[in-house]
Structures are given as C-alpha cells and as structure tokens.
C-alpha cells in the first residue's frame, strides 16, 4: 500500500539528527559499493513568454541497505525579478512550488511513498 504524505508530516519525523545519520550511512553505503545515484539532471524551455522558463529537474538514487530506491523531481516556471539580479520560481503560481519523491522497493519494486519534497529539501 502505497504511503501518501503531506509537508506537516515529513516535519513531524524527519530531524536535523536523523537526516545527518541517513547522509552519513548512505555515503558509507557509497564507499562500499553499495549504493548508486544518477546526477541531477536540468531541462529548461523557453516560454513564449519573455524571460519566462518552464523547468524540469529530477535526480536518483538507491540504498542496498534500506533496499530501497527514490526518485525526485520538480517542475517549475522561472523567471528573473529585480533586473535579474534575483531568481523566483513557482508551479502554477507565485508562492507554489511543485517537488515530489516516489519511494520504491527494491526488492519487488512495489512504489512505498509519495513525499512532497518541499520541507525536506530545506
């Protein structure tokens, strides 16, 4: 069954110390060879718009330990402000933002969750 969160409930489990365990675990993870990641990867299109830019970004990665494997992405719309000198971005509109992680199996690639990523990414 598949675990569908919200951004209050990433908050209420996910502590700084508990997320500095994970990083450390998955780099030693990483050393042994047990442990990948794709790099982020960026596509940019051009809106009709002037200065407007639709973007899609999405990175990987899969934990042998944990036996699992996550997928996050995000799709916004950018565009510069303040001369360019200053980057906002949204989904849908200003002060919406769009990010989500699917969490698999690796064992039998059974989808476990669906996080939005916008507490966690901070």
Do not use: W
Request: charged share 20%.
């Amino acid at each position: 069954m598949v675990l569908f969160l919200n951004n209050n409930d990433v908050r209420k489990v996910l502590t700084v110390d508990l997320c500095m365990e994970a990083l450390e675990e998955i780099f030693i993870e990483f050393g042994e060879g047990n442990a990948v990641r794709k790099p982020r990867i960026d596509v940019a299109v051009p809106n009709v718009k002037p200065g407007l830019t639709y973007r899609y970004a999405s990175m990987e990665g899969a934990s042998r330990k944990y036996e699992t494997f996550a997928l996050r992405m995000y799709s916004n719309m950018t565009y510069d402000s303040f001369g360019g000198s200053r980057h906002e971005i949204y989904s849908v509109a200003p002060g919406t933002y769009l990010g989500l992680i699917f969490l698999f199996s690796i064992s039998n690639a059974e989808l476990l969750a669906v996080i939005p990523d916008g507490y966690l990414q901070h």
